[in-house]
C-alpha cells in the first residue's frame, strides 16, 4: 500500500472528496499524523537498522544519511580485524575530551552525534546555485481562463487527480493559482479566483512553479541569502556567488527538488517533496582516525513527511490495516460520519496485535534519561542483551 491508496482509503470510507485539494490535504495531515504515532509512540523494532562507516584518515567527522532519526548509543564497533566497541560520550563530555587532545590520532574509541540543519554537501569552491524540480511540468494546448472565475478549462485532457494541488500559471501572468479540485482531464477549480484577462486560447504552465528556495551562506564574506523561484522541471540559476552554503529551504513541492552547483557536478541538497529542509545526523570519533577501517553501528531510522501519492509507507505490510483503520475513523470523526463499534473494535485488535508484535521483537521501549545523558534525546535505545542496570 503506498500512501494515496492510504488516504484514498480514508476519503472514500468518509465520503469525502478525493478531488478537492482542502480535503486531501486534511486527509495527507492526518495520514502523517497516523504514521508517526504509531512509528514513534511504542519504538517498533523494525524502525531498527545497521549501517557503516568507513573512516578516512585525519576526519574525525561524518554526515549520516537523512533517513537516521536515532543512533543505538552503545552500537559503534570496530571490524573483525580489530574488534572493539567504541564508547559513547554525551556532547558535553565528549567536547571536553576533544579539546585537552585534539591532535590526537589513532583507532577511534569514542564518538558522539548531534543532528544539524543545513545541506547535504557543501561547496568545495565559489559558484551560483542552480535548482529544479523532477515533476515535469505540463504546458501541452491552451486555457481558457475568466476574469473573476474559479473553472479553468484545458484545450485537451492534461489534468489528472494528481494534479490538484499544484501550482497554474498563464503565460504574459505574473499571479501564481493553485489547482484547488479536480473535475475531469479537462477541467479544474482554482483555490481562489482568477484576476487576469479573460482569454479562451491562453498558453499556460502546470506544475513545481512558483515556490520559493532560500540558500543561505556566504556571498564575499559576509553571510547572505538568496531566494530562488522554482521553474518546474527547467533549471533556475541565482545570481550570487557562494563561497559556502549553511541552509537550503523550501517550500512543498511535488517534484524532489535538486539544488547543485552551476557546473552542476556537485549536489547540495535533494529534498523530497514534503521535506522543507535538511536534517542529518553528524557523527564525531576520537581519537581521530589515522588509517582505513569499517566501523559497524545501529540506527533507529526516521520516517519522512509522505506527500506524493507513489511515496512508499515503511511499515511492514502487516500493519497496514491498523493505519487504515485509524485514519478512516479520524476522517469519519472530522466529518461527523457515523463510526460503527465493529470499526473501534477492529482497529483495537490491530492496534493490540501491533503492540504484541512490537514487544516481541526484542527492543525495550525506553529506559529513563541517565545523568549526563545526551541532550538529543529524552531515551535511550537498547538491545535486550545489554546490561540495563
Known amino acids: 500500500m503506498n500512501f494515496g491508496q492510504l488516504i484514498r482509503h480514508g476519503l472514500n470510507k468518509a465520503e469525502m472528496n478525493v478531488n478537492n485539494l482542502g480535503e486531501l490535504a486534511l486527509a495527507r495531515q492526518e495520514a502523517n499524523e497516523v504514521i508517526s504515532m504509531y512509528w514513534y509512540k511504542f519504538k517498533p523494532n523494525f524502525r ?9 584518515a585525519s576526519t574525525g567527522t561524518y554526515l549520516l544519511d537523512k533517513s537516521y532519526d536515532e543512533m543505538v548509543r552503545h552500537s559503534f564497533r570496530g571490524p573483525s580485524g580489530n574488534p572493539r566497541r567504541l564508547s559513547y560520550l554525551d556532547p558535553v563530555a565528549f567536547y571536553r575530551k576533544v579539546n585537552d587532545n585534539d591532535t590526537t590520532t589513532g583507532y577511534p574509541l569514542y564518538w558522539t552525534y548531534n543532528k544539524q540543519l543545513g545541506v547535504d554537501a557543501d561547496l568545495t569552491s565559489g559558484s551560483v546555485i542552480k535548482i529544479s524540480s523532477s515533476l515535469a511540468s505540463v504546458t501541452t494546448g491552451t486555457v481558457k481562463v475568466t476574469d473573476g472565475m474559479r473553472d479553468i478549462t484545458f484545450s485537451i485532457g492534461v489534468l489528472t487527480p494528481q494534479s490538484v494541488g499544484l501550482k497554474f500559471l498563464v503565460d504574459s501572468d505574473t499571479q501564481y493559482y493553485q489547482i484547488g479540485e479536480y473535475i475531469s482531464s479537462t477541467r479544474a477549480r482554482l483555490t481562489e479566483r482568477f484576476r487576469g484577462a479573460s482569454n479562451t486560447t491562453a498558453g499556460y504552465t502546470i506544475g513545481d512553479i512558483g ?20 521553474n518546474g522541471d527547467s533549471v533556475v540559476t541565482g545570481a550570487k556567488t557562494f563561497t559556502s552554503v549553511k541552509e537550503i529551504t523550501k517550500g512543498e513541492t511535488q517534484g524532489r527538488v535538486t539544488v547543485t552547483n552551476n557546473a552542476a557536478d556537485e549536489t547540495l541538497a535533494t529534498f523530497a517533496p514534503a521535506e522543507l529542509e535538511i536534517e542529518r ?43 487504515k483503520a485509524e485514519l478512516e475513523i479520524r476522517l469519519k470523526d472530522w466529518a461527523e460520519k457515523p463510526i460503527s463499534p465493529d470499526l473501534r473494535s477492529t482497529r483495537d485488535t490491530l492496534e493490540n496485535d501491533f503492540v504484541r508484535d512490537v514487544n516481541g521483537l526484542g527492543l525495550e521501549t525506553v529506559v529513563q534519561k541517565e545523568e549526563g545523558a545526551s541532550s538529543f534525546g529524552d531515551q535511550y535505545y537498547y538491545d535486550h542483551d545489554e546490561d540495563l542496570g
Do not use: C, N
Not at 531498527?48 to 578516512?56: E, F, H, L, Y
Not at 577501517?293 to 490495516?321: G, N, S
Open 48 to 56: 531498527k537498522d545497521s549501517a557503516t562507516i568507513s573512516t578516512v
Open 211 to 230: 515556490i520559493e528556495v532560500i540558500i543561505s551562506g556566504v556571498v564575499g564574506g559576509q553571510d547572505d541569502t538568496e531566494t530562488l523561484i522554482l
Open 281 to 323: 545526523v553528524q557523527v564525531k570519533l576520537w581519537p581521530t582516525p589515522s588509517s582505513v577501517e569499517v566501523l559497524t553501528y545501529d540506527f533507529m531510522k526516521h520516517h519522512p513527511i509522505l506527500r506524493y501519492d507513489a511515496d512508499r509507507i515503511l511499515f511492514p505490510r502487516r500493519h497496514h490495516a491498523l493505519l
